[in-house]
Nanobody, 129 residues
Framework: QVQLVESGGGLVQPGGSLRLSCAAS????????IGWFRQAPGKEREAISC????????FYADSVQGRFTVSRDNAKNTVYLQMNSLRPDDTAVYYC??????????????????????WGQGTQVTVSS
């Protein structure tokens, strides 16, 4: 059974940091793309970062470029999202998703939630003083 489980969310003050984890089971992270998405209340789910499982290439949305870093640990079958310099507008539910047939070169497809086969349950990140 394929499963993605996120963890690491919580409440943090502006300027603080959090690291989200996405642990995969039922398949190995050796192909396709892992995407990180977020959805704030009343807004659409947006792609913020992706990482290729084959070569480690990455993508970042402009809104998080320079503040967030995506990485992977193949031995643990886990992908991470390190989030620094957090701002109140980063408040959202964060999801990881696996696109088993995606390629990073498909620049439009990797941004679309419909391109992903499996989703985690989401983890809440709240940035507030």
């Amino acid at each position: 059974q394929v499963q993605l489980v996120e963890s690491g969310g919580g409440l943090v003050q502006p300027g603080g940091s959090l690291r989200l984890s996405c642990a995969a089971s039922g398949f190995t992270l050796d192909s396709g793309v892992i995407g990180w998405f977020r959805q704030a209340p009343g807004k659409e789910r947006e792609a913020i970062s992706c990482i290729s499982n084959s070569d480690g290439s990455t993508f970042y949305a402009d809104s998080v470029q320079g503040r967030f870093t995506v990485s992977r640990d193949n031995a643990k079958n886990t992908v991470y999202l390190q989030m620094n310099s957090l701002r109140p507008d980063d408040t959202a539910v964060y999801y990881c998703a696996a696109g088993t047939r995606l390629r990073m070169s498909w620049k439009v497809a990797i941004l679309s939630p419909r391109s992903y086969d499996f989703w985690g349950q989401g983890t809440q990140v709240t940035v507030s003083s």
